[in-house]
């Protein structure tokens, strides 16, 4: 099949190719102000992005010059929602937003119902979805994961290598090889490093060489903190016994929690234990709805550290956003 190039775009996809793939095609809602309705642009799905799935962010070209811009994909169709005439000229998705970023199926319909709301294009709402240090990637880095190769052998069968390893190396191994039994095989190769007290990550990479570990690259977020959230003073433990207005509220609110939406407004001065409420609350819900989740408003950033430190010392996922944060501590937050 020979590429057809159509206003500046290699067409590659050309139906007259009777052998090849059916296509498949996108609706995307681009970022920039352009008003298309609910259902966005169509683009063609390349081979390449066989597994696309609708809230990816993904660049497609624009215009007459082909500008690469932004966008989200809003469905997959087998079928263009353009006119017959002009399925050759649909042009293709360039790629993947390079951060892989991807809205979950309740953020989407959330922001259809806004941009329907509102009267707002439905790209720009999308937009605003994700924060700016998450779309640049602030923060992200790429590191290296190892864990041993294949399966590990019992332990009644020895563990001794196919291989001459050094001092260092077999320390390496016989790490990697206790984290493979253990159930959690993988380990960035700069912790194995220290681990096993090698002044570097030759070691490591030695046994990848000879097969021993695998490897594979991983994007993460690296952000500074001056005091980490959980290293906080909390309150004894005497201090939480609830007092009988708290034990009433609590009884309250959750009695409500299954009725749909409901305010309700809990009056007490402050250090009169409203945070203690909300906790239990919580807790309740979470109980019910292992999937669920909770948002808490705080009144003022100077308390963010003092309330965040007794969330954090009551569940295990706890995400903290404000003002004051760098652009890599707002993405490590967001992710």
Known sequence: MIPVTLGGVTNLFDQTDSAAAPRRYAQVALEQGIDVGPVGLTYVVPPELADLAPGERVRVPLGRGNKP??????RLTGQAEVPADLLTRVKPI????AQALRLTDDLMRLAQWMAGYYCAPLGMV????LPAAVKKGAGT???TWVRLAGDPPAATDGCEPPVKLSKLQRKAYDLALHLARSGEPWIEVHALAEHAQARSVAPIRELVKKGLLSARKQ???RAEWDKPLREVELPPPEALKLTEAQRVAVERLLGSLSNGFS???LHGVTGSGKTEVYLRVIEALLAREPSAGAIVLVPEIALTPQSAG???SRFD???VLHSGLTAAQRHDQWR
């Open 141 to 143: 880095i790429e590191q």
């Open 317 to 319: 996922s706890v995400a």
């Open 263 to 265: 305010a309700h407004l």
């Open 94 to 97: 360039l790629g993947r937003d």
């Open 219 to 221: 994007s993460t977020v």
């Open 310 to 312: 007794r969330f954090y």
């Open 126 to 129: 999308l937009a605003t979805m």
């Open 69 to 74: 811009a932004p966008g989200y994909v809003l």
